[in-house]
């Protein structure tokens, strides 16, 4: 289980987030870092709740121009509480712990 006391920053892949001064300052900062598996769609919080829910609520929906397309993201994301991301952010320590206990093989399955 992870700490509840402490900062956790999850370092994913992204060229930002490995940049000597990113990690630098996470550790003049003291957050612990978790690392990200080199390829885990389970373990990407956008990946397995953020997107797919966003895709159902702009299924079937036109957009005349980009502006309108968003403005119905912007007001999407606009409409979710905190709690809302919250909550989903902490389904990702579940997902973590069952993609270890699996030696990495897909969650989903």
């Known amino acids: 289980m992870l700490a509840k006391n402490k900062i956790i920053f999850h370092q994913d892949i992204a060229p930002a987030h490995k940049s000597a001064l990113a990690v630098g300052k996470l550790r003049d900062l003291h957050y612990e870092l978790l690392e990200h598996p080199p390829y885990s769609p389970d373990l990407v919080p956008s990946d397995f709740y953020l997107f797919p829910k966003l895709k159902l609520f702009l299924a079937g929906q036109h957009f005349s ?8 993201v912007e ?4 409409d979710r509480t905190k709690n809302h991301y919250r909550d989903k ?4 320590e579940y997902r973590w ?3 270890i206990s699996l030696k990495g093989d897909y969650v989903e399955k």
């Open 65 to 72: 121009s980009n502006q309108e397309a968003i403005a119905a």
């Open 75 to 78: 007001g999407y994301f606009a």
């Open 89 to 92: 952010i902490m389904v990702l």
């Open 97 to 99: 712990n069952k993609c």
